[in-house]
C-alpha cells in the first residue's frame, strides 16, 4: 500500500480504480486504439497504455455475482430491474399501454427429495420446523421430527433430517434438467392456452404472443426454482394490445395445467421430473400489492446470486480436488460428491455435472427472457457506452469524429486481473467500498 501511495503515477491509478467504480477484481488489459481517417489515411488520435500506470489500463470486471464483485453486479442488478419494469410499464423502447395487458407473477418450485428444516411464520409467530406428534422413525433410525422454531441465520436450515435418507441424486438431476422443463413448460403453456380458446398454436401466433421473463433462485435446500413474469401481447408484441378475449384468467389456467403436464426423463436412469406440487402465481397491478417495482426489484435481486446460500464454492471444482478438504457445509458437499458421481457416468455426459459441480449441477442462465418481452442488457450496456462517451467528448478527452469517415483499429491483450491487498485497501478508500473478507491478490 505504502508502495503504491509513493508511486508518481499514483494518481492516475487512482483515476482508474475510480472508474472501475469499486471492481474488486479489475481486469488488466494491454494495447491501443487508434483513429484514421478513411479516406487520406492520417492518424487522428492514438491512445496506448504504455503511458498508464504498470504500463496497463483497468477495466471493470462486469460479472453478474455478487459474491465476486458486488460493485459489477450491482450494474447487472440494476439493468435486469430496468429490463424487467420495460415489460410491466413501458420504457427503454417498449410503448407505456403494455401495462395494460394481462400479466402474471408466477413462482415454479422444485419436488421434494426428503425433508428438511425449514423456518415457517404464521401471523408473525414462527412456527415449529417439523412437529409430528408420531413421528416415524427412519431406516437410519432417526426420528423424522423436529420442534425447534429456527432463526432467519441458523445454519441448520435447508439441510435434512437424514442425510441418508435425502435423495441427493435427485436434487442435482433435477437442477440439471430444469432448463429442459422450462422449455417444455412455455410450450405447453401455448398449446394450453390455445386450447382454452378454441385455436391451434399456429393460429394463435395470428392473435396473441406469450412473452416472458423469468430467473433462478437456490433454495436452502440447493435445488433450484423459477419466478417468471409472464405477459399476453397481441400479434406484434408489446406494441400490440391483445385481444379481449386473451384474458388473465385464461393465461392462469394455462400455467396450472402446464406446470403439471409437462415432465422431462433423464433415459440412462429411467428418472422422470416434474415440477413441485407448490406454485404460486399472482397477478400484476400498478397499484396492488404486486406492483411492477416489487416484481422488477424482486427478480433484479436474484439475478446477481448463485448457489452461496446452500455454502457451497463460488468457483469451479476440479475431479482431482479433495472433497473432504473443501470449505463448505456438510450438505453441500454431499450434492457436489453427488455431481461428481454421476458426471463420471458415460450416459450422463451431455449433463456436464462434474463441469457444473460448484452450482450443484445446474448449468443454466439464471436470467433469461423471451425476445420480444422488453429491451435487452446488450442494448441497455450500448446506451450506457454511448452516453459516456458523449461525455468524454464533451469535457474534451476524447476528440469530436465524424464515426461514419473514421477508422477505428484497437490491439488489446489481456494481461492480469485484480488487486494486491494492499491496493484493495485504498480502493475501497477511493471508491466508498468494503473490503472483501478473503484478499485475494492480483495475478
Not at 395494460?100 to 420446523?129: D, I, M, Y
Not at 403436464?261 to 406454485?279: S, Y
Not at 400484476?284 to 446470486?305: F, N, P, R, S
Not at 478438504?325 to 458437499?333: C, D, M, T
Request: proline fraction near 5%; charge should be positive; hydrophobic fraction near 35%.
Amino acid at each position: 500500500m505504502i508502495h503504491r501511495l509513493n508511486q508518481p503515477d499514483y494518481n492516475r491509478w487512482a483515476c482508474q480504480i475510480k472508474h472501475t467504480g469499486g471492481c474488486r477484481q479489475p481486469i488488466h488489459l494491454r494495447g491501443k486504439v487508434e483513429h484514421y481517417d478513411r479516406a487520406t489515411g492520417q492518424l487522428l488520435h492514438r491512445y496506448s497504455t504504455t503511458t498508464e500506470p504498470n504500463g496497463v489500463l483497468r477495466v471493470p470486471c462486469k460479472t453478474r455475482r455478487a459474491s465476486r464483485c458486488p460493485a459489477c453486479a450491482e450494474i447487472y442488478r440494476a439493468d435486469t430491474y430496468q429490463l424487467v419494469r420495460a415489460g410491466l410499464v413501458g420504457g427503454k423502447g417498449v410503448p407505456e399501454t403494455v401495462s395494460t395487458h394481462p400479466c402474471q407473477f408466477v413462482t415454479l418450485t422444485a419436488p421434494s427429495f426428503g425433508a428438511v428444516h425449514v423456518r415457517r411464520e404464521k401471523n408473525g409467530k414462527v412456527l415449529p420446523c417439523h412437529a409430528r406428534r408420531n413421528a416415524e422413525t427412519c431406516p437410519h433410525g432417526r426420528v423424522m421430527s423436529c420442534t425447534d422454531r429456527h432463526s432467519a441465520d441458523d445454519v441448520r436450515l435447508g439441510e435434512p433430517l437424514c442425510s441418508d435418507c435425502y435423495d441427493y441424486d435427485g436434487s442435482v438431476l433435477f437442477n440439471a434438467i430444469s432448463s429442459e422443463l422450462w422449455r417444455r413448460f412455455t410450450l405447453a403453456l401455448r398449446r394450453r392456452f390455445a386450447r382454452l380458446n378454441g385455436l391451434t398454436v399456429k393460429a394463435l401466433r395470428e392473435h396473441v404472443s406469450i412473452s416472458f421473463a423469468k430467473v433462478a433462485e437456490y433454495q436452502r435446500r440447493g435445488v433450484v426454482h423459477f419466478h417468471a413474469v409472464i405477459r399476453l401481447d397481441g400479434p406484434d408484441g408489446p406494441s400490440s394490445p391483445p385481444p379481449a378475449w386473451a384474458t388473465a384468467d385464461d393465461l392462469d389456467q394455462a400455467v396450472r395445467h402446464a406446470v403439471a403436464a409437462v415432465t422431462a426423463e433423464i433415459k440412462p436412469l429411467r428418472r422422470t421430473f416434474r415440477w413441485g406440487a407448490q406454485l404460486d402465481t399472482r397477478r400484476v397491478t400498478m397499484d396492488g400489492e404486486l406492483t411492477d417495482q416489487a416484481v422488477a426489484a424482486y427478480i433484479a435481486k436474484y439475478a446477481t446470486k448463485a448457489a452461496e446460500c446452500v455454502g457451497t464454492l463460488d468457483r469451479r471444482i476440479q475431479p482431482l480436488d479433495n472433497l473432504d478438504a473443501l470449505p463448505v457445509r456438510e450438505h453441500a458437499r454431499r450434492l457436489i460428491a453427488a455431481c461428481m458421481r454421476l458426471g463420471s457416468e458415460p450416459g450422463l455426459a451431455d449433463l456436464r455435472l462434474i463441469h457444473w459441480a460448484h452450482m450443484l449441477g445446474f448449468r443454466g442462465h439464471f436470467s433469461t427472457k423471451s425476445r420480444r418481452y422488453s429491451t435487452t442488457l446488450g442494448a441497455l450496456r450500448a446506451a450506457r457506452e454511448e452516453h459516456m462517451r458523449t461525455e468524454e467528448i464533451t469535457t474534451g478527452r476524447l476528440p469530436l469524429f465524424d464515426e461514419d469517415t473514421v477508422l477505428v483499429i484497437a490491439h488489446w491483450q489481456y494481461a492480469g486481473q485484480g488487486l494486491s491487498i494492499g491496493e484493495q485497501v485504498l480502493a475501497a478508500a477511493i471508491t466508498g467500498t468494503r473490503l472483501p473478507y478473503a484478499g485475494g491478490g492480483g495475478r
